[in-house]
């Protein structure tokens, strides 16, 4: 069994910052390299790959139109993984998700198909 809870999504002006972090807890399943992702759906948009994390942290991803604005990273010892959002654009407001893939193939997929547990979300609104 897997949970996952976002929290700290809020309303911020355009160039501003905000951190997400998504609380997990993993149950009921032996150890296996595994990969935390973050999502976000805009209205009238399909969800859309965010960025991601190996359950080490060796490895992260990020789609391009956010690499060099956000940074994926975790905390093993609290069981959190974060996104810091800076440069925040009108255009980033969507309800961002955790994801957790219980496999890790050589690559963080961002298909969102490969992903086998998710938060209930949380809402990011960027005023212009």
């Known amino acids: 069994q897997v949970q996952l809870v976002e929290s700290g999504g809020g309303l911020v002006q355009a160039g501003g910052s905000l951190r997400l972090s998504c609380s997990y807890s993993?149950?009921?399943?032996?150890?296996?390299?595994?990969?935390m992702g973050w999502f976000r759906q805009a209205p009238g948009k399909e969800r859309e790959f965010v960025a991601g994390?190996?359950?080490?942290?060796?490895?992260?991803d990020y789609t391009d139109s956010v690499k060099g604005r956000f940074t994926i990273s975790r905390d093993n010892a609290k069981n959190t993984v974060s996104l810091q959002m800076n440069s925040l654009k009108p255009e980033d407001t969507a309800v961002y998700s955790c994801?957790?893939?219980?496999?890790?193939?050589?690559?963080?997929?961002?298909?969102?198909?490969?992903?086998?547990?998710w938060g209930q979300g949380t809402q990011v609104t960027v005023s212009s």
């Open positions: 994801a957790y893939d219980r496999t890790y193939g050589r690559r963080i997929p961002f298909e969102e198909g490969k992903y086998d547990y």
């Open positions: 994390i190996t359950w080490n942290g060796g490895i992260t």
């Open positions: 993993i149950s009921g399943r032996t150890f296996s390299p595994y990969v």
